[in-house]
């Protein structure tokens, strides 16, 4: 007798997660999502540090700032997915012969485990002097300020808005502080982009200003980014 399938034909292949004792519903369900994101998948594959490694890739690959010889600061870096990708575009360990050398720094509120090539420092970007010391580190004036911060979630929608856009003007500022003229500034917004005067404010400060929704954000995610090229100086 041959054997009773479910129906479904081919095997199921999508990982689902049971609702263990204490968990959360919501929990759970972004466990799942976790487990069945094929940029999770990929990055787990290519020894990259979380997903969020591939929407710095597809903005590079966009904008092209990441250049060879580029001085990178990333803030808010932890755990270090988009350090691990800047290492290799600008050629910050030497392995492109010809190429120039670059430098990135990364630095964030906790410990990140080191990176080759990447320059980590626990710090609060936000704090006096903090320009100061970034430049020190880079050993002069930066051509890429970059940041995937994004606030805590306390699950009112209005609240974090203003939140994620308070770190990205911050950012900007910190940006204006240590970019070399010509640089570029990259971060993490919310759907309805730079807002306001920071939209004016940046406008003023380079050449040119756009928002973009790389590939690998998750569709549902109401995140963009805020790619401003040309500092004015």
């Not at 290799?88 to 050398?101: D, F, S, T, W, Y």
């Not at 006096?128 to 994004?150: H, I, Q, Y």
């Not at 993490?188 to 306001?196: D, I, P, R, Y």
């Amino acid at each position: 007798m041959a054997k009773k399938t479910s129906g479904r034909g081919e095997r199921d292949l999508r990982v689902r997660v049971k609702t263990a004792r204490g968990r959360k519903l919501s929990s759970t369900l972004w466990l799942e999502r976790q487990l069945n994101d094929p940029w999770v998948r990929k990055a787990q594959a290519e020894g990259l540090r979380g997903r969020a490694a591939y929407k710095i890739v597809g903005l590079d690959d966009k904008f092209r700032f990441l250049v060879p010889g580029a001085r990178v600061v990333d803030l808010g870096a932890a755990p270090g997915g988009w350090c691990q990708i800047a290492v290799n575009r600008i050629n910050a360990l030497g392995e492109k012969p010809g190429k120039a050398v670059g430098r990135i720094i990364g630095v964030d509120l906790q410990e990140m485990e080191p990176i080759p090539g990447a320059e980590l420092h626990v710090l609060d970007f936000l704090e006096d002097g903090a320009d100061d010391k970034v430049r020190e580190w880079l050993g002069g004036a930066a051509d890429v300020v970059m940041s995937d911060m994004a606030a805590a979630a306390s699950g009112h929608k209005q609240t974090d808005h203003l939140r994620i856009m308070a770190l990205c003007e911050a950012a900007a500022y910190f940006a204006f502080d240590v970019l070399e003229p010509g640089g570029t500034f990259v971060a993490k917004v919310l759907a309805g982009g730079a807002e306001g005067e920071l939209q004016k404010v940046l406008k003023q400060r380079f050449t040119k200003v756009a928002h973009v929704k790389p590939e690998a954000s998750r569709s549902d995610s109401s995140e963009k980014f805020v790619v401003a090229t040309g500092f004015r100086g």
